[in-house]
């Protein structure tokens, strides 16, 4: 029997946890809490290999919160807590079987800003990048980096005392804390920042918590003062968590705790709120790029670039610059770091100079090239050549093709993927090259495969040995690795964790700090959370307890994943392949990465939350025998009336696929994960799949059969234009269809219709075919999509128009349905169907080596994407184009006049993530029109096909328009306003109350 199953949406949850929610909700806390299965799920992952489900997530207003979550858990001693903030830790820092305390969702404000003074002051759950947009138009920027800028919370930083590029002049977040609000497990709250050795000796002596704090950081601080230097390393990246070192200031006059609450990774507080101290952004830049012939050249070469005083050096090596090239990111850097004839490129150090002082930067650039053209020339060092920008825009390119390094391996092919565990080590800059000498044959001895890539300067390096974890005798590597390569740190002088903090891999802790400062550690750790409710078996344990450190052995996704079978993991890949790094947690309005997790907030509503979902949904069938392969090819699913009774058993029978469901139900569909994400996490790809699944266990609601269609129905309706408007206008009309199909602001129909304004021959196929090549040279055929062809008659008029006054012959395809809306729903069959059929004739077209031009982008590349998923090989060679694609490849007229108007291109989604060349190639095209156009940054309008018209999403829609596109579109008169989108033009219509053209009708008027 192949038919969807009930599946346990695992809703029982521990008593003890129950029954501190049920005290928490007496209280005046005001945040969220969340308890279903999908929202645990969501945060039961990092970046790391390690897979801990929590009792549920707590989502907090306000320090009063914090501090209630605090006071009422006294009550409960066996509740346990771990902070989370954007989740992007590499070793598990974040994960417990406790409760998730989430700051990011509404702790994410910034405070207070005092240029004058110099310094900032946010809440905790302020994203890094977010922070920096703050800051920049006052000439500052928080300095400290780390390549999860535009996901990381300040708290996470401030708890793994996160540092990056540039880190030896920048240093680490510690080094930009100024002072603290946090809270203590007892729901104390606690306001830190040094204070004199007087005021710490006095403070030790009450009998509070923070006096206990006090008095034991004396203690160790101080009385263990000369083996905490004997045992710190004297590196860039010291030995945090607990910093002991610099918890003093160095003539020994201050104790600071916050200094030791920073990279502490929620083992001791929750951070609420940070006073930091923030930098002037240097007025000059200058990146030179240096290619070398090989990676340890690369390594060993960089030494004497920190010697000439650059403010950073970051390498990678040729692994990571292939799959750059593959990448979407290549197109914005290629020209900046172009092949060397004749050499191949095997690392590449990017070398940073900054400074107020341009002629300082231009004299060190010159001494810089000097030496790298006399090493060219001499065949010295391995340099094989060198790029030099001066241009900020493209540096910043070159530092997002560096930070998306991590993702891009994770693209690797195969089952074997590259994974954090031993991802950060750190020894002595002058040590590196050996290090990763030894490093590399320690990797290599076990067969394993991975690339490399970090910041030279500071003797940090990023490396993701790949293995497959679904293979428990490879998992059982993990251990045994990550004890080799922390002897071969120890043997170079640096650390294991010299960068990312240490999570699981606390179990080192001992060896790291030394037996004696380790015991230190524990009590410190006493003097805060004596019960160890704080992320517990992190870092350390409390003094002289039972409790015990978290283990690089301990459970990891692997376990769960294996329990899916292979057939099911290769074909639902893209759900499989998603490793955590959360990158589409962007919270840019500007980007076009998931604008659902960008207006929910919710990380189930992302493409790492609808992955992990959809995963354990697989997991949950296979536990039932399931095979989901041939659940989705079985013709035997339930009965019109059995559906009926499912659908109205939802409440009283509670079933994981309905939270799988609703997940999948606010995917706009938009694909912007299928290129944006590093490893191409193309939700859409299984979305459809799951939907069809589901649905033939549940009934649809007429919203999808409405949507799935409307290729069927537009033809008919245009028929009678008129009379189908007449009835959309109606108010009791349009309430009718929105409460009995649940669809909003329906739009009316071309009047007069493409087939009334078309003046141009019928589409003979027959025809075609007897004609010769030469008689077809000047053919162009539109091929129809309902939305323009329906309901914006006048654009496909515009494109006949533009296609004959360049002087070709525009032959209209008849209309056929494309497949997008049914595919959008689930319906694969049908879309199957339909697919086959478009493509049968569009084959046929091809074959006479005519030119096949669409104009709306989502549907234009459904015929590239879904058509070769679903068709395979049996989809053929045709290649629909879209408008701007064509006109690439003409020679254009030289325009006779010049219009003074600046047009402002706001770009399809679908089209800028899938083409992303494709707005300078717009910009290309209309200035050899004599015309300016201007690409505008914007994130999604919020419709996406018929997202937007469908009333459970209307809000969502409305406020996805009013984030990214409201104060933009609001820059410009409607007239510049160019859109390659139907359903953007359709949303600022909407929103705005005017249509934006679309930019071929510009070039229509102007020719
Ligand atoms: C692809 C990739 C690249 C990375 N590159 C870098 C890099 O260049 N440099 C670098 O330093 N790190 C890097 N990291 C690691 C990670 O991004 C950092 O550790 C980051 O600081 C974590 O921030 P977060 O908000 O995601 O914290 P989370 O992952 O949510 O939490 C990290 C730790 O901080 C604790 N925590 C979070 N918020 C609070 C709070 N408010 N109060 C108390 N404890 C809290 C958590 O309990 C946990 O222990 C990288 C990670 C990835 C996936
Ligand atoms: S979906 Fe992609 S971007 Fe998001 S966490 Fe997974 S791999 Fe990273
Ligand atoms: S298709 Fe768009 S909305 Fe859906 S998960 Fe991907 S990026 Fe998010």
Redo the contacts with the bound molecule.
């Keep these: 029997m192949h038919k969807l199953p009930v599946l346990d949406p695992h809703t029982t949850l521990d008593k003890n946890y129950q029954a501190f929610l049920s005290a928490l909700k007496t209280t005046p806390f005001s945040g969220d809490v969340e308890i279903s299965y999908g929202s645990r799920l969501a945060v039961a992952t990092d ?1 790391s290999i390690y897979q801990q489900l929590p009792q549920a997530v707590i989502l907090p207003k306000s320090v009063d919160d914090l501090s209630l979550i605090g006071k009422t858990a006294a009550q409960f001693p066996s509740v346990r807590f771990s902070a989370r903030g954007g989740g992007t830790g590499t070793n598990g820092q974040s994960l417990t079987p406790g409760l998730i305390v989430d700051l990011s969702r509404y702790m994410n404000q910034v405070l207070e800003v005092n240029a004058q003074e110099k310094w900032v002051k946010v809440q905790a759950g302020v994203i890094k990048d977010q922070l920096n947009d703050v800051l920049r138009p006052l000439g500052y920027f928080f300095a400290p980096d780390l390549s999860t800028s535009n996901r990381a919370t300040i708290g996470g930083m401030v708890s793994t005392d996160a540092s990056g590029q540039g880190s030896l002049v920048y240093g680490k977040t510690s080094d930009h804390v100024l002072a603290l609000t946090s809270v203590l497990v007892d729901g104390t709250i606690l306001h830190t920042q040094p204070m004199s050795m007087q005021e710490a000796t006095i403070l030790a002596q009450e009998n509070s918590t923070l006096g206990g704090i006090a008095k034991q950081l004396l203690a160790t601080c101080v009385g263990k003062r000369e083996q905490i230097l004997a045992k710190f390393p004297r590196m860039n990246r010291f030995l945090t968590g607990y910093d002991l070192e610099h918890a003093l200031n160095d003539d020994l006059s201050q104790l600071d705790i916050s200094r030791v609450i920073t990279g502490s990774e929620g083992s001791l507080v929750f951070v609420a709120e940070a006073k930091l101290n923030i930098t002037p952004i240097a007025k000059f830049k200058a990146l030179v790029n240096i290619k070398y012939d090989s990676f340890e050249s690369a390594l060993r070469h960089a030494p004497s670039m920190v010697a000439a005083q650059a403010t950073s050096v970051e390498t990678v090596d040729s692994n990571v610059l292939n799959l750059a090239k593959q990448d979407i990111v290549w197109h914005s850097v290629k020209d900046l770091i172009q092949d060397v004839p004749g050499k191949t490129v095997l690392g590449l150090n990017m070398v940073e100079y900054n400074s107020n002082d341009q002629a300082g930067i231009e004299q060190k650039i010159a001494e810089l090239s000097a030496r790298l053209d006399q090493a060219i020339k001499n065949n010295e060092s391995g340099v094989v050549g060198y790029q030099l920008t001066y241009d900020t825009a493209e540096i910043n390119k070159i530092y997002t093709m560096r930070k998306k390094s991590v ?1 891009l391996l ?1 693209k690797t092919k195969g089952d074997k993927k590259p994974l954090a565990f031993v991802e950060d080590t750190g020894v002595p800059p002058e040590n590196l090259a050996d290090f990763i000498m030894e490093f590399r044959a320690l990797l290599d001895a076990r067969g394993l495969k991975y690339g490399m890539f970090g910041h030279v300067d500071a003797g940090v390096l990023h490396v993701r040995p790949a293995l497959d974890m679904c293979d428990p005798e490879q998992e059982a590597m993990i251990p045994e690795i990550s004890d080799a390569v922390a002897a071969l740190v120890a043997k170079y002088g640096g650390l294991i964790w010299g960068e990312h903090g240490k999570g699981y891999r606390s179990e080192y802790s001992p060896t790291f700090f030394g037996e004696e400062l380790y015991a230190e550690l524990c009590k410190i750790k006493s003097a805060f959370d004596p019960l160890n409710k704080m992320n517990p078996g992190k870092i350390c344990t409390p003094f002289e307890s039972n409790e015990t450190l978290v283990k690089v052995s301990d459970q990891k996704r692997g376990k769960f994943d294996r329990q899916i079978p292979v057939e099911t993991r290769t074909s639902f890949e893209p759900a499989m ?9 962007n919270y840019d309005k500007t980007s076009p ?2 604008p659902s997790f960008k207006i929910t907030a919710d990380r189930r509503h ?3 939350g ?2 992990g979902m959809v995963r354990e949904w697989l997991r949950l069938l296979a536990t039932q025998n399931i095979d989901v392969n041939e659940l989705e090819k079985s013709t035997d699913s339930f009965s019109w009336f059995e559906k009926l009774r499912h659908t109205l058993d939802k409440k009283k029978q509670p079933d994981f696929s309905h939270e799988v469901m609703e997940v999948m139900d606010g995917c706009l569909a938009c694909k912007a ?1 299928s290129s ?6 193309d ?1 859409p790809s299984f979305r459809s799949r799951f939907i069809k699944m589901y649905y033939d266990r549940y009934l649809r609601p007429p919203k999808d059969l409405l949507v799935a269609n409307i290729e069927s129905m537009a033809p008919l309706m245009a028929k009678f234009p008129r009379f189908v408007n007449f009835f959309l206008q109606r108010k009791w009309f349009k309430s009718l269809i929105h409460k009995s199909v649940g669809y909003v602001d329906t739009p009316h129909l071309s009047v007069p219709t493409l087939q009334q304004r078309l003046q141009v021959p019928l589409f003979n196929l027959a025809q075609l075919q007897q004609l010769e090549k030469s008689q077809l040279a000047k053919k162009v055929c539109i091929v129809q999509d309902p939305f323009t062809s329906y309901y914006e008659a006048g654009v496909v008029e515009s494109l006949v128009s533009l296609i004959t006054k360049l002087g070709y012959e525009p032959l209209v395809l008849p209309f056929m349905p494309n497949g997008k809306p049914q595919h959008v729903k689930g319906f694969l069959q049908e879309f199957a169907h339909t697919a086959r059929t478009a493509a049968e004739l569009l084959n046929q077209i091809h074959e006479l080596e005519l030119p096949l031009v669409g104009i709306d982008p989502s549907m234009v590349l459904c015929y590239r994407d879904e058509y070769s998923k679903t068709l395979g090989q049996h989809r053929g060679e045709f290649k629909v184009q879209l408008v701007h694609e064509w006109l690439l490849n003409l020679e254009l007229p030289t325009p006779q006049t010049r219009s003074k108007m600046e047009y402002a291109l706001f770009a399809h989604c679908s089209e800028k993530t899938a083409l992303p060349a494709s707005e300078s190639q717009w910009q290309n095209i209309f200035a050899k029109f004599g015309l300016s156009l201007k690409p505008i940054a914007v994130g999604c309008c919020g419709m996406a096909g018929t997202f937007g018209h469908e009333a459970s999403h209307l809000e969502q829609s409305k406020g996805l328009y009013n984030l990214s596109w409201q104060q933009q579109v609001a820059q410009f008169s409607p007239e510049q306003i160019v859109a390659t989108g139907y359903s953007c033009r359709s949303q600022v219509a909407r929103m705005d109350k005017f249509k934006p053209k679309h930019p071929l009708q510009i070039l229509a008027e102007i020719v």
């Design positions: 970046n993702g994770g392949s998603c490793n955590g790094n959360g990158l589409c947690f990465m998931c992302s493409p790492k609808r992955a994960c944006q994400c590093p490893v191409s996490v939700v």
